[in-house]
Every structure is written in C-alpha cells, then in structure tokens.
C-alpha cells in the first residue's frame, strides 16, 4: 500500500518567507508527528498529533512554527518569516495507534534551504 | 549530556566482518528502544525493537543493559547492504532520537 507521502520535496526560499510542508499519512494512521533532522544532527521531535486530541506541541522551537491536521489525515507544518537555521530535511510519520512504542513509518522528508 | 549519544563512525569494514555499535541513554525511566536504520538521503526505516531478554533478527542481535543505561547493535557476517547509518532510539514519553553511527561495508 501507499506509504507515507510529503511534498515537496525540496523547497528553497529565502530568507523572511513563510513555507507550508505538506504530509500525508498512511490511510488509516491516527498519529502523525513532525520531526526535522539537521545535517550531524539526530531526528528532532517537532510536534504530535493522535486522533482528535489536542497535538503535543512540546518540540516546536519557536511560535514562528505551527502546525494543523484536518480531518484528522493530511497535516500542514507552516514555518513563518523563515530564518537561514530553520534549513533542515522536516520528516514526517505516521502509525496506527498512540504508540510512541510502536514502529513509525517515515515519509521520504522534505528538505528545506533558506537562503 | 545528551540524552541518546552513539558513536558517529565511520565504521569501516570488510564484508563478511561482525561489527558492534553502542548506545548510552540518561534518562533511566526510558521505557522502549529501537534501532532505525537510514541510508543516504532516505527516511529511517525500523531494523528492530530491542526487548530486556535480548533479540535476535537473522545477522542482527540487539541487546539492552538498563543497569548501565545502554543498548547494542551486533551485525554477523556484513553484507555491502548493510551500509547505512543506524539511528538508536529511546522512547522517553517520547522518541529520542541518536545522531547515529556510520557504517561502511567494503568488498
């Protein structure tokens, strides 16, 4: 079956601009979470939704990040008045159930260049 | 102290070599632990849970210490597919993520 799909995949902008990154789960996946992964740097956990419960949004590094989730599928992480150290690859997954101890599926990651 | 730290490698082996990694965490109410791998410019990918008892997955063992705080990775018989990086995870409320550690299988 499909797995999990971002687009774009590449996304270059300059420096100021805001940028939405697009994610979409693996049909039937209640959780979905963001993570950006910097070059050298381990996955960093952004944000976290799971059903209709409020998202964790404990790893979001500034209020210039935001995310949503409609109909509790397709998510959308929007990075406002980007800044040349939001350049990173933003990964999102997915699973089935509220599982931080379950496997997570990855989509291929969106890398973003703020020039 | 970071909470996963994983050695960066390279690791830089023959095929056929058996080859080692470790992971040390901090936080000792960390609940579950996992090896991801990812290859070059591709998303991480689950190799496998790794359980208190130990497990074992054809040429991969893992094995988790919780009284020195640290996992393992043990590859048998390195193929030149095995090159990637491999990702220790820990989840602690949630997942942490290691920087991973290189590994460079040659003929």
């Known amino acids: 079956g499909a797995g999990v799909s971002q687009s774009p995949s590449n996304k270059v902008t300059e420096k100021g601009k805001d940028v939405e990154l697009r994610c979409d789960p693996i049909s039937g996946h209640t959780a979905l979470y963001w993570y950006r992964q910097s070059l050298g740097q381990g996955l960093e956990f952004l944000i976290y939704f799971q059903g209709n419960s409020a998202p964790d949004k404990s790893g979001l590094p500034s209020d210039r990040f935001s995310a949503e989730r409609t109909g509790g599928s397709v998510s959308t992480l929007t990075i406002q008045r980007t800044q040349q150290e939001d350049s990173a690859v933003y990964l999102c997954?997915?699973?089935?159930?509220?599982?931080?101890?379950?496997?997570?599926?990855f989509g291929p990651g969106t890398r973003l260049t703020v020039l | 102290r970071k909470e996963v730290e994983q050695d960066p490698g390279p690791f830089n082996v023959p095929e056929g070599a058996t080859v080692a990694f470790n992971c040390t965490y901090s936080?000792?109410?960390?609940?579950?632990f996992f090896w991801y791998r990812q290859d070059c410019r591709k998303e991480p990918k689950l190799l496998m849970s790794v359980y208190s008892s130990g497990n074992e997955d054809g040429r991969f063992t893992a094995q988790l210490n919780r009284a020195s705080q640290y996992i393992s990775l043990l590859i048998r018989d390195s193929k030149l597919s095995d090159s990637a990086t491999y990702l220790c995870v820990v989840n602690t409320d949630k997942l942490i993520f290691g920087t991973g550690t290189r590994l460079q299988v040659f003929p």
């Open positions: 997954a997915s699973n089935p159930d509220r599982g931080w101890y379950n496997e997570q599926f």
């Open positions: 936080n000792s109410a960390s609940q579950s």
